[in-house]
């Protein structure tokens, strides 16, 4: 007999904890509809060549191919055709520019599906997990203003969350490499720099300055001790902002830009009304992804620096340029939510959910089971998710099956509550019992349940 046993690398739920997922997933797609972004969903499988764009990615090294018994045996050289896709960003260069004439620009979608990557087993790193991703795509360009409402977006998502304080950390490419053009670091290794100064919050200012200075880099002392007091600059609210970009001084043009794009977002993001507590700027943020070329985001949760990035994204110039040669420059975000969800929950932030189901409906002679079937389907028309017994069983064996499965409202109809024409109810939660005329047996437990999730909001 084979050992039942779930793969490495994949996160799999007990009812109540999916509960608990699943409305996560909800709250962040409302919240992305709330902003005008539309839904869509592309294969789990792509074509080998069209996932496989560039080379040489630590990402695309990490591609799990998709291969039928059938193809086996008659594979030959080459890579097999299909491929899993492992992020949204590719699937979705190659969505727009499939359908790049019958969609509307700018194009604003938001994308939530599990992804692929041959990740190294261990602990809080998965092989299949879920994106939630949205990104606006504009036709040859796109204003800076749409940059500005994606951290918009994301304060509004994770404000309905509500898993603790949080900051999204904004940076700007051009700001960056303007400022790098200014110390002699120009070309490839400008990139090189680039990904060595996103891992400051990971290593640590001295490993990096060690790697700037060292051997395929030899950067000068001076230098990088410039580079890394750059990186520490860190602004507390909207005007401390404006102050630290100002104290810049002056650089280049392609630095001057950066900045004004930033001053942009930052004035825009005052006037949506977010909170200035919610945004800072971060010279340290680069994103190593090299497509990055404008605004970058990262979010951290306050209390949990250790976490590490919960959501992030930035600007792209063209999105789909091997698959079209129309330009389709872009901005968007991704919230790695398998990742966040274990992580919070190992932090003790978000806990086992109550049941999806609201009351179970109790079953203590056959003879009453066309009225235990008729009661709960009038609760369920009132707007309550309802379990019905169907076989009959001691109730304390039904009272122990609904406590274990998260029920709160237990039902219960037996030849006196019948002849008084009421039912009793066991609130679960509560450790009470009461009575209800079966009439008002619907609004009574509406009533219950809403007065208890006020509770339970007013409590986070």
């Not at 599990?114 to 360009?141: L, P």
């Not at 070309?187 to 100064?197: D, Y």
């Not at 902002?241 to 930033?262: I, W």
Request: hydrophobic fraction near 40%; aromatic fraction near 8%; charge should be negative.
């Amino acid at each position: 007999m084979i050992k039942p046993r779930t793969p490495p690398g994949v996160m799999e739920l007990l009812p109540r904890d999916q509960i608990a997922f699943q409305r996560m997933l909800d709250t962040i797609r409302l919240t992305f509809e709330r902003f005008g972004f539309l839904p869509v969903e592309t294969p789990v499988m792509e074509l080998s060549e069209v996932l496989l764009t560039k080379s040489g990615g630590e990402t695309e090294r990490q591609v799990y191919f998709v291969q039928s018994t059938g193809a086996l045996e008659k594979s030959g050289e080459g890579l097999p055709e299909l491929a899993l896709r492992f992020d949204l960003t590719v699937p979705l260069a190659r969505y727009v520019a499939e359908h790049e004439h019958e969609l509307a620009f700018p194009f604003r979608r938001y994308q939530m599906q599990r992804v692929y990557r041959g990740e190294r087993a261990q602990r809080g790193r998965f092989r299949e997990f879920y994106q939630c991703d949205i990104d606006v795509i504009g036709k040859d360009a796109l204003s800076i203003r749409h940059d500005a409402e994606i951290p918009a977006v994301i304060g509004a998502v994770f404000e309905a969350l509500a898993i603790g304080d949080f900051t999204i950390q904004l940076n700007h490419r051009k700001l960056l490499r303007g400022y790098f053009e200014g110390l002699g670091i120009e070309g490839e290794r400008q990139a090189a720099v680039l990904r060595e100064i996103d891992k400051l919050d990971k290593r640590g200012q001295e490993a990096v300055a060690a790697t700037l200075e060292g051997e395929g880099f030899g950067l000068a002392a001076e230098t990088v001790a410039k580079l890394m007091a750059f990186s520490q600059v860190r602004s507390r609210g909207h005007e401390d902002a404006l102050a630290k970009l100002a104290a810049l001084g002056p650089g280049s043009v392609l630095f001057e830009e950066g900045r004004d794009e930033l001053r942009e977002v930052l004035q825009r993001l005052k006037a949506m009304g977010v909170a200035e507590s919610r945004y800072a700027v971060n010279l340290s943020i680069a994103r190593g992804l090299d497509y990055y070329t404008g605004m970058v985001y990262e979010t951290t949760l306050d209390a949990h620096p250790q976490i590490g990035s919960i959501c992030s994204g930035g600007r792209y110039d063209n999105l789909a340029s091997h698959y079209t040669k129309s330009k389709l420059p872009g901005v968007g975000i991704s919230i790695g939510l398998t990742r966040l969800f274990w992580q919070l929950r190992e932090a003790g932030i978000v806990a086992t959910a109550e049941s999806s189901v609201d009351a179970l409906v109790t079953l203590l002679d056959d003879a009453d089971l066309d009225h235990a079937l008729a009661l709960s389907q009038q609760l369920r028309a009132a707007g309550l998710n309802v379990e019905t017994q169907l076989e009959p069983r001691k109730l304390a064996k039904q009272l122990q099956y609904a406590d274990r499965a998260g029920i709160r409202f237990v039902v219960i109809r037996g030849g006196d509550e019948a002849a008084r024409g009421v039912v009793a109810v066991k609130d679960l939660r509560r450790g009470e019992q009461f009575e209800a005329a079966e009439a008002d047996l619907a609004r009574t437990l509406l009533v219950e349940r809403e007065q208890w999730r006020a509770v339970g909001s007013s409590s986070n």
